[in-house]
């Protein structure tokens, strides 16, 4: 079963630095979609950005910008110029995207503060 | 432009009690999904379905049961709630894999079982 793991379960970041968050995840498929989602106090999941794996340039989303090494099953996100309302919980996750195997598996998140 | 609808909100059930949550998307989108999540623990898929009539179990499925008689509908039923089953509810949809793909997720049901 695919496993998507995100080992610090808290960070913090001063505002206006830039802070990466770590995911790795295990797979034995070579075509997938990897994201990162947000999710601030009010428990909306927003998709931060998104990632297809046939694609070798990193997605990026204005402030946003991930890191993915797919040999060694890497994905990074990378938040720079941080402002106060990036404090959240994010959540890496993975999905084969082939019909019955379109689920999403998710890492048990981690929590972002952003120091003013 | 509702996207994905979770009533209701919040809920407090007596252990033993039932209840059924029910998800609705007007984005015509084929799967849809339940997780629950839990301090620490992330999303866990409870159940799915890849269409019409159709269901799956997922990581978490005991104690649940589910039902997609409409497409745009898919109701998640605790027949006899536990306080294990004290946790927040997410539903999502999405449409089959392609250009763009991504998931679309309702708001999210707090459910407290005493």
């Known amino acids: 079963a695919q496993t998507v793991t995100q080992s610090q379960p808290e960070m913090s970041v001063q505002e206006a630095e830039t802070v990466t968050l770590s995911c790795t995840y295990d797979?034995?498929?070579?075509?997938?979609?990897l994201f990162w989602y947000k999710q601030p106090p009010s428990r909306q999941m927003i998709l931060v950005i998104r990632?297809?794996?046939?694609?070798?340039q990193n997605a990026t989303e204005n402030r946003f910008s991930v890191n993915f090494q797919k040999a060694a099953k890497s994905f990074s996100l990378k938040i720079s110029d941080s402002q106060l309302g990036d404090a959240a919980m994010y959540f890496c996750?993975?999905?084969?995207?082939?019909?019955?195997?379109?689920?999403?598996?998710f890492g048990k998140g981690i929590t972002l503060s952003v120091r003013p | 432009n509702a996207g994905v609808t979770q009533t209701p909100k919040f809920r407090v059930l007596k252990t033993g009690q039932s209840m059924t949550l029910l998800c609705a998307q007007d984005?015509?989108?084929?799967?849809m999904y339940w997780y629950r999540q839990d301090p620490g623990m992330g999303l866990r898929l409870i159940h799915y379905?890849?269409?019409?009539?159709?269901?799956a179990k997922g990581e978490v499925p005991d104690g649940y049961n589910v039902s997609r008689l409409k497409k745009q509908n898919f109701l998640l039923g605790l027949e006899s709630a536990a306080p294990s089953q004290t946790s927040v509810y997410f539903c999502?949809?999405?449409?089959?894999?392609?250009?763009?793909?991504?998931?679309?997720f309702g708001s999210g049901t707090r459910l407290t079982v005493v």
């Open positions: 996750a993975y999905t084969e995207a082939t019909g019955a195997n379109s689920k999403l598996t």
């Open positions: 990632q297809e794996a046939y694609k070798q």
């Open positions: 984005m015509n989108h084929e799967y």
């Open positions: 999502a949809s999405s449409f089959t894999p392609g250009v763009n793909y991504g998931y679309t």
């Open positions: 379905s890849v269409g019409e009539g159709t269901t």
């Open positions: 797979t034995s498929e070579s075509d997938y979609y």
